[in-house]
């Protein structure tokens, strides 16, 4: 992380913390973790094609799944994150 450009705004019913990641970091983040301490951690993905198609197949075929079921679905693509809006085409 880089330091000087990381943030914290807080308010009454929000909090929100503003990462930056340091000169020599890249590609993008996958995931993060949160918590009031290191023991009680909660992990969050961030929205990528990865990610998107990794939750399908867990929500859509569990590991019983037949082949037949597996062809059958839909091809999922993440075409743009912005702070606003995410564009995903199904197939």
Do not use: H, M, Y
């Not at 990641?21 to 951690?41: H, I, Q, R, V």
């Not at 992990?43 to 198609?53: A, K, P, Q, T, Y």
Request: glycine share 6%.
């Amino acid at each position: 992380l880089a330091s000087p450009e990381t943030s914290v705004s807080v308010s009454a019913r929000n909090a929100a913390v503003g990462l930056a990641k340091a000169s020599g970091s890249t590609g993008p983040w996958e995931k993060f973790c949160f918590g009031l301490d290191a023991s009680a951690l909660q992990e969050r993905l961030f929205v990528s094609e990865e990610n998107v198609d990794g939750f399908l197949d867990a929500v859509l075929c569990p590991s019983v799944c037949s082949q037949s079921a597996l062809e059958s679905q839909p091809l999922i693509e993440v075409l743009d994150v912005t702070e606003d809006r995410i564009q995903i085409r199904l197939k």
